[in-house]
T-cell receptor
Framework: QKEVEQNSGPLSVPEGAIASLNCTYS??????FFWYRQYSGKSPELIMS????GDKEDGRFTAQLNKASQYVSLLIRDSQPSDSATYLC??????????????FGTGTRLKVLA | DVKVTQSSRYLVKRTGEKVFLECVQD?????MFWYRQDPGLGLRLIYF???????EKGDIPEGYSVSREKKERFSLILESASTNQTSMYLC??????????????FGPGTRLLVL
């Protein structure tokens, strides 16, 4: 069974600090990796995608990918209370038929304390 | 902007009823997906479709069926609703390009309660 693992949290950080969210995956064939943010009662929205080893930055967010170690992380700099949400890691699964599917982790709940 | 809409935000049904959940996307996406989300279990794929009239089982298809008669619309059907199908149901769509480097866009979700 292909898996994506995340610490469920909650991860509590003070306002202005760096929040570090981690995700590991089991399928070495996975090629695309995504971070979604989900506020309570809402649907997931994409924050970042990453496909190559290394870092990818977008504003306050940095995604890091290490395929050899099979982990992907998300750093949030200058954390704000509005960043408080559940962060879902998604990994694509090479198709057995039809098209690529995602495998989602169960999410890490982040709480940014004012 | 991609827009994925779902027919209802909240739904209450009785055990044994047939339930239809509708999803429509307006960006000519090839792929559409139905997930359910439960606390502690994350998002689990029920069914997906990569073309009109094409469907594939996901990880938890039991008790569900789907229909995709038009490219923009993907319906999830609970043939005989049961209490263990109480959940948040999320529809998503993606463009459908080679290599899997594509984003899935989610609808707002339908919170279904089966009594």
């Amino acid at each position: 069974q292909k898996e994506v693992e995340q610490n469920s949290g909650p991860l509590s950080v003070p306002e202005g600090a760096i929040a570090s969210l981690n995700c590991t995956y089991s399928d070495r064939g996975s090629q695309s990796f995504f971070w979604y943010r989900q506020y309570s009662g809402k649907s997931p929205e994409l924050i970042m995608s990453i496909y190559s080893n290394g870092d990818k930055e977008d504003g306050r967010f940095t995604a890091q990918l290490n395929k050899a170690s099979q982990y992907v992380s998300l750093l949030i700099r200058d954390s704000q209370p509005s960043d408080s949400a559940t962060y879902l890691c998604a990994v694509n699964s090479p198709p057995t038929s039809g098209t690529y599917k995602y495998i989602f982790g169960t999410g890490t709940r982040l709480k940014v304390l004012a | 902007d991609v827009k994925v809409t779902q027919s209802s935000r909240y739904l209450v049904k009785r055990t044994g009823e047939k339930v239809f959940l509708e999803c429509v996307q307006d960006m000519d996406h090839e792929n559409m997906f139905w997930y359910r989300q439960d606390p502690g279990l994350g998002l689990r794929l029920i069914y997906f479709s990569y073309d009109v009239k094409m469907k594939e089982k996901g990880d938890i298809p039991e008790g569900y069926s789907v229909s995709r008669e038009k490219k923009e619309r993907f319906s999830l059907i609970l043939e005989s609703a049961s209490t263990n199908q109480t959940s948040m149901y999320l529809c998503a769509s993606s463009l459908g390009i080679a290599g899997g480097q594509e984003t899935q866009y989610f609808g707002p979700g339908t919170r279904l309660l089966v009594l």
